[in-house]
Nanobody, 124 residues
Framework: QVQLVESGGGLVQAGGSLRLSCAASGRTFSNYHMGWFRQAPGKEREFVGA????????TYGDSVKGRFTISRDNAKNTAYLQMNSLKPEDTAVYYC?????????????????WGQGTQVTVSS
């Protein structure tokens, strides 16, 4: 089992920045690709982006490309989501997730482990 805990959410004005963290425990962190998702009220969960087990490959959803950056520190068992140029439509609960490095990074919705989520609210 992998336990994931997100932190760093909060209220920010449009145009501002936030960095979310996802602390992992339970298994060897570098054995897992990490993903970030978000879910706004009344909407389906949306893929934000993902990072490979080594950190060498990242992929992003179209709505966040050029504004969000995913990174990881395997020595600290932590993944990050840096969010810049935030917009009110980025308001959502943000979740980190993990799947085995044996899976394809490009498959977006096959993650096995999920955090509890952290709220991000962007005011206009």
């Amino acid at each position: 089992q992998v336990q994931l805990v997100e932190s760093g959410g909060g209220l920010v004005q449009a145009g501002g920045s936030l960095r979310l963290s996802c602390a992992a425990s339970g298994r060897t962190f570098s054995n897992y690709h990490m993903g970030w998702f978000r879910q706004a009220p009344g909407k389906e969960r949306e893929f934000v982006g993902a990072i490979s087990w080594s950190g060498g490959i990242t992929t992003y959803g179209d709505s966040v490309k050029g504004r969000f950056t995913i990174s990881r520190d395997n020595a600290k068992n932590t993944a990050y989501l840096q969010m810049n140029s935030l917009k009110p439509e980025d308001t959502a609960v943000y979740y980190c997730s993990a799947k085995s490095s044996g899976r394809l990074l490009g498959v977006k919705y096959d993650y096995d482990y999920w955090g509890q989520g952290t709220q991000v609210t962007v005011s206009s």
